[in-house]
């Protein structure tokens, strides 16, 4: 199993930034952050995988970068010139095997509890 645990979420104004970190239990293939706005699915935002391919939502590109230390099993997500938009839960996840779909839900097995992302404009 593994366990993973989000942390910088926040409040912050539009046009402002922010980094997620996720801390991962053990080292995984490929990781992603997906977002759950109130009333919204789940959605993918950024992922990365085992050969450091990343993969972005449209709505984010050029804004977020995603990231990950693999020598410390840490995924992270800088955020530059957030909207409004932006605000959800943001959740850190894992695949379960060797390959990830780029942000395809179901290849990601373990997920995190979510940080919460408020963007007032």
């Known amino acids: 199993q593994v366990q993973l645990a989000e942390s910088g979420g926040g409040s912050v104004q539009a046009g402002r930034s922010l980094t997620l970190s996720c801390a991962a239990s053990m080292y995984t293939y490929c990781m992603g952050w997906f977002r759950q706005a109130p009333g919204k699915e789940r959605e993918g935002v950024a992922g990365i995988d085992r050969d450091g391919v990343r993969t972005y939502a449209n709505s984010v590109k050029g804004r977020f970068t995603i990231s990950k230390d693999t020598d410390k099993n840490t995924l992270y997500l800088q955020m530059n010139s957030l909207k409004p938009e932006d605000t959800a839960i943001y959740y850190c996840?894992?695949?379960?095997?060797?390959?990830?779909?780029?942000?395809?839900?179901?290849?990601?097995?373990?997920w995190g509890q979510g940080t919460q992302v408020t963007v007032s404009s």
């Open positions: 996840a894992a695949g379960g095997g060797f390959y990830c779909r780029g942000l395809f839900k179901p290849d990601y097995t373990y």
